[in-house]
């Protein structure tokens, strides 16, 4: 039971595979969260889409679930920190409220024959230059290219002026404020591929390049401030949303990176791993994206934080499909006990690219696929084999970042579902060859949403107090079998190169 004087921030963190609602107090500890898993549609191969409604209805029900649960009342919620999956995107109608289509995931491959037009017809490198991404399906820009084309065909008397376009942050702010605020930020709106990355603003030339209006696109705003207030009926008052970021930036916060070089890696339904590179843009000469971390109004001007960013989309995904898609298993926990029931994969090779695959290879017509399969393997090596997947693609992207920085990376940080097994984190550390470092509490996303909020609103004033509340959990040295993994991995990188031509 709370009392009047106790405090408290709302993070939300609206993941690809679900909604979660977690309280915060005021030592920045958790003190009770409720989440729902996300269905997914997949109306073609290589398709995904979301509901938005119901993103927006799970998201209203685990608030009133959180309170519920620990007895808390929304009157003693000083903010709200939003952090998102980032470049699914939509259209809703700001009259009926509606969506106009499903959302289009961030995973979804329908844009490729678009993206190999863009780059037939040289834009490639313009686009690169102008976003700091390389041109690829997974960002936002050819998705609300389409839907806004499949409007105009499927539905031709819509009102386009009467259209809002935007992420899933900007939807979800857009609902929780009563339709009053559309709007979104720097983190998430660098990965639209439609905000130039030196101006901090959307680029008209992009806009044009993808016939996307400006008028439909929300305000760009800065991470750290006031977006808002919350329609004052959904929780019996008014309170202010006071951070907006993309989920990984917002891990990149929680873990303390506010500085270059520091980094971090998410293991979510993908990998993400994230180095801070400061207040000035770095370019990678490795297959990696230019992001902003972060923004904020500081002395009267805009300033932003950027960061290099290796984004690998099928991660704790692959996992999700030996339970759900193949039936190899009954839960995502048991993966970790059969991996060690056997002590290698018999030769066997998964690669992880159910989406295709992202950074360092960028291919989007690479599949996923078991390689090295004989008659002695079994559904255990099929597992350590996925695992041993992810820790691998992983290291491609540390190889990449190790050689854009010049400075090899001494230890990882890392956080999100999949870092909860034990067996995949000892076989990074041994992949790796260096320690990794997983946190007490791993939903580093909602966290860092949580701090940026309370840190707005004044609720704390020391950011480096904060972060070092956070508790490791454990450390993963390489051990014994370190020379046996990396081994592994040069098999494997023949295995992927495989699946990147599987089609000729």
Known sequence: MSTDTEKYVLALDLG????????????????????????????????????????????YAMIERVFRDTDISPSNVQAIGLTVQRETCLLWDKTTGKPLHKAIVWQDRRTAPLIRELTAKGEAEKIQTRTGLVLDAYFSATKLSWVLDWVKKEQPNVDLSNVLAGTVDTWVLWKLTGGQ???????????TMLMNI????????????????????????????????????????????????????????AHGCDRPGMLKCTYGTGSFLIANTGDSLTK??????????????????????????????????????????????????????????VDSTNGAYFVPALSGLGAP???????????????????????????????????????????????????LKVDGGASQNNFLMQFQA????????????????????AFGAGLTVGLWDDYYKLVSNSKVGRVFEPGENAAKAQ????????????AKNWIE
Not at 181 to 191: F, I, K, P
Not at 212 to 223: F, G, H, N, Y
Not at 487 to 498: G, M
């Open 487 to 498: 081994e592994s991995f040069v098999t494997w990188q023949k295995a992927v190169s495989r």
């Open 181 to 191: 605020v559309h709007a979104t930020d720097h983190s998430n709106a660098s990965r």
């Open 430 to 449: 041994d992949v790796l060859g260096i320690p990794v470092e997983r946190p007490k509490f791993i939903d580093a996303t909602a966290q860092g949403a």
């Open 16 to 59: 690809t595979t679900g909604n979660r609602a977690i309280l915060f107090n005021s030592q920045g500890a958790s003190v009770g969260q409720a989440y729902k898993e996300l269905r997914q549609y997949y109306p073609h191969p290589g398709w995904l889409e979301h509901d938005a409604e119901e993103i927006w209805e799970d998201t």
């Open 198 to 253: 030196e101006s901090l603003d959307w680029d008209q030339e992009l806009l044009d390049l993808f016939k996307i209006p400006r008028e439909m696109m929300p305000e760009i705003k800065p991470s750290f401030g006031i977006f808002g207030k919350t329609e004052p009926a959904l929780l019996g008052l008014p309170i202010p949303v006071a951070t907006v970021l993309g989920d990984q930036q917002a891990a990149l916060f």
């Open 284 to 341: 990678s000469q490795n297959q990696l994206l230019s992001t902003i971390g972060w923004s904020k109004q500081a002395n009267g001007s805009l300033k932003g934080t950027y960061a290099l960013e290796g984004a690998m989309f099928t991660a704790g995904a692959c996992i999700q499909w030996l339970r759900d898609g193949i039936k190899l298993i009954d839960s995502a926990a048991e993966t970790e006990h059969l991996a060690t029931q």
């Open 361 to 411: 290879h960028w291919d989007m017509d690479a599949r996923g696929a078991f390689l090295g399969i004989t008659g002695g393997v079994k559904r255990e090596h099929m597992v350590r084999a996925v695992l041993e997947s992810i820790a691998f693609q992983v290291k491609e992207v540390v190889d990449a970042m190790n050689r854009d920085s010049g400075t090899p990376m001494v230890s």
